[in-house]
């Protein structure tokens, strides 16, 4: 059934490095043919005798049918277990758990769409770029990064997109800013109908501002630490107002990552807002 997670112990098919990135592509059946766009896969590190008990998030960056399926995953080294698995060599073997999560939501009718993404957040929407062209819509990229090796999918962006606009905070490729900066001209020029976004929550709040701004949807893929992926140990928990209008603090790892980003209050990431339901002297069921 599509959608539904599995574990799997997968093999490493090949590794690589992208700029300032790691990318590893995995041999994992079953988790391959059920992911899509925005869904992530949560990744046991360290082997078999590490402390490192957790499992690390990471979105899914690209699915192929190859050796009866595999997914690639891009990261960067940023602790012990991405060091870990910087490491891995092919034919290493990876415990993973996925397709997890709920996947981007794709327009009923062909629309124009600008894909947004701030460092390897970029990686989630090239899969989704290719679901919304086979769906006809017209997509659009900003992509923004501090550097330009920390710019991912640059080269991919421009054969896909119908423009892609870089952005990079030192100038050294494409617009010296962020992808705020750029992204109301971007709308405005493509007459857009909606716009996707995955990458850091600043990065989010800002998109979604100017989304608002310019009255269309806006579908933000969080990024928030987990621990577990499936929901139990609460700690990628965020302030999401209902259909209700009602505030809940909700786990990304399981109502999200993907939300809609004007529903998402950034300004309360990281507390309990007074009015949420179920908050310490706030709102009750």
């Not at 869904?39 to 082997?47: C, K, P, R, S």
């Not at 060599?89 to 894909?115: E, N, Q, S, Y």
Request: glycine share 12%; hydrophobic share 40%; aromatic share 6%.
């Amino acid at each position: 059934m599509a959608g539904s997670p599995v574990q799997v112990t997968g093999t490493v098919l090949t590794t690589r490095r992208v700029d300032a990135y790691h990318a590893l592509t995995v041999v994992a059946p079953g988790v391959a043919d059920r992911s899509r766009p925005g869904h992530f896969v949560g990744v046991a590190v360290g082997g078999p005798g590490t402390s490192m008990l957790t499992r690390r998030a990471f979105a899914v960056h690209d699915v192929k049918p190859d050796y009866g399926g595999t997914v690639e995953l891009v990261f960067s080294v940023r602790g012990p277990g991405t060091a870990w698995l910087a490491d891995l060599r092919a034919r290493d073997t990876l415990d993973l758990v996925g397709p997890l999560g709920r996947p981007f939501p794709l327009p009923r009718d062909p629309c124009t769409c600008v894909l947004v993404g701030s460092e390897y957040g970029s990686a989630s929407l090239f899969a989704l770029g290719d679901a919304l062209q086979r769906r006809g819509c017209r997509i659009d990229f900003v992509l923004g990064a501090p550097s330009a090796d920390r710019v991912f999918g640059a080269l991919r962006a421009r054969r896909m997109g119908e423009t892609t606009t870089l952005t990079t905070e030192d100038g050294s490729l494409g617009m010296r800013g962020k992808v705020t900066d750029v992204l109301p001209g971007v709308i405005a020029d493509a007459r857009a109908d909606v716009v996707y976004a995955c990458g850091p929550m600043e990065m989010l709040r800002g998109v979604t501002s100017v989304a608002v701004e310019f009255d269309i949807p806006v579908q933000v893929a969080v990024e928030e630490a987990m621990a577990c992926g499936i929901g139990v140990c609460m700690t990628c928990v965020l302030p999401v107002i209902g259909d209700d209008g009602v505030t809940r603090m909700v786990r990304a790892c399981v109502d999200g990552p993907v939300f809609r980003g004007e529903r998402v209050r950034f300004d309360d990431v990281g507390t309990i807002p007074f009015d949420a339901l179920g908050a310490p002297g706030g709102r009750h069921a």
